[in-house]
């Protein structure tokens, strides 16, 4: 391949249209892509998906990071993963509590330790030796009222079981923030991070810190990162099988249409969306929720291409 290179990156999957401001939502998109872009025309991959990821969990504005969302029992616990498609080196980090950039934690297990995932307190107490801290900032008054409102309107369901709450789970917004990019060597790289979902039971993970369900990249073939009800990802080792769609020859766009039209037959629509990237620098996207952030930023762009909604 010829020097394609470009960035494209999500900001979550769900039903947004009652729960973000459009203007500071697509800002916060456009802010990440670009700075994710200017990394891409200096270096690598790797660190253009870290710094888009980054900025997405400092802005405060999606579910990752400082905006994450809230456990049932009120705790903030995120999870993050990344992979190099050079080395198919990995890192990831599960049940973080307050950790602020779970991105930068992830890219510590991968470059510091001979691990890919660690988890709650083990973890914690490791990166604590590179300078990693908890911060009570992640867990806001703010936070804690929308807590409350969304715990009264579970409880008062005729179904209680977190297993059998999708219908509430669809009504809220569940978001996850990612990127992918392809450098001008052909490198491909994928960064994830999230809070999982409202309501969630503390100590519950999802696809995001699972390489294969939530992100996967590969040089030579491409890349995948998955939004949405996490579980479902897992179930369908959602990204690798997306990857493999570009491996048997079809473009990232049509691949990433394939991956969400497979999601939707087996769990149906309101679940998930995902951005995909393939070794000719094509890029794609696609969703069966309400609408799902996303932004591009291609060597060719004169700006990013942000959108929210169809
Ligand atoms: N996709 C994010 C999660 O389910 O945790």
């Not at 911060?135 to 969304?150: F, G, N, S, Y």
């Not at 392809?182 to 999982?196: E, F, H, L, P």
Request: aromatic share 6%; proline share 2%; hydrophobic share 40%.
């Amino acid at each position: 391949m010829g020097g394609e290179y470009g960035i494209i990156i999500h900001g979550g999957a769900g039903a947004l249209r009652n729960t973000i401001n459009p203007e500071s939502y697509s800002e916060g998109l456009r802010r990440a892509v670009i700075s994710g872009f200017r990394k891409l025309e200096d270096g690598c991959a790797l660190e253009a998906v870290v710094e888009a990821v980054y900025v997405m969990e400092e802005s405060g504005i999606f579910n990752a990071g400082l905006g994450c969302c809230l456990t049932a029992e009120g705790t903030a616990e995120v999870d993050a993963g990344l992979m190099d498609g050079s080395s198919l080196a990995v890192g990831a980090v599960a049940s973080l509590k307050n950790i602020r950039h779970p991105i930068l934690a992830a890219k510590t297990i991968m470059e510091r330790t001979d691990h890919v995932l660690m988890v709650g307190e083990g973890a914690m107490r490791l990166l604590s030796l590179y300078g990693f801290k908890p911060d009570p900032e992640l867990v806001t008054e703010a936070k804690l009222r929308r807590l409350h409102e969304l715990r009264e309107k579970w409880l008062s369901g005729a179904d209680r079981k977190m297993s059998k709450n999708r219908e509430i789970v669809k009504a809220l917004s569940h978001g996850t923030v990612g990127a992918l990019a392809i450098d001008r060597k052909g490198n491909v790289a994928a960064a994830v991070s999230t809070g999982g979902y409202w309501l969630k039971l503390s100590g519950r993970v999802g696809d995001t810190p699972i390489a294969g369900s939530g992100f996967y990249a590969e040089n030579g073939v491409g890349g995948a990162v998955a939004t949405g009800i996490g579980e479902y990802a897992i179930r369908l080792t959602l990204c690798r099988r997306t990857v493999e769609l570009i491996r048997s020859g079809l473009n990232a766009k049509l691949a990433a249409d394939r991956a969400i039209s497979v999601v939707t037959s087996t769990f149906g629509e309101g679940t998930m969306g995902i951005i995909t990237i393939d070794q000719q620098g094509g890029y794609g996207y696609s969703y069966n929720t309400e609408g799902m952030g996303r932004a591009i930023m291609m060597k060719d762009f004169s700006e990013p291409v942000v959108g929210i909604f169809q």
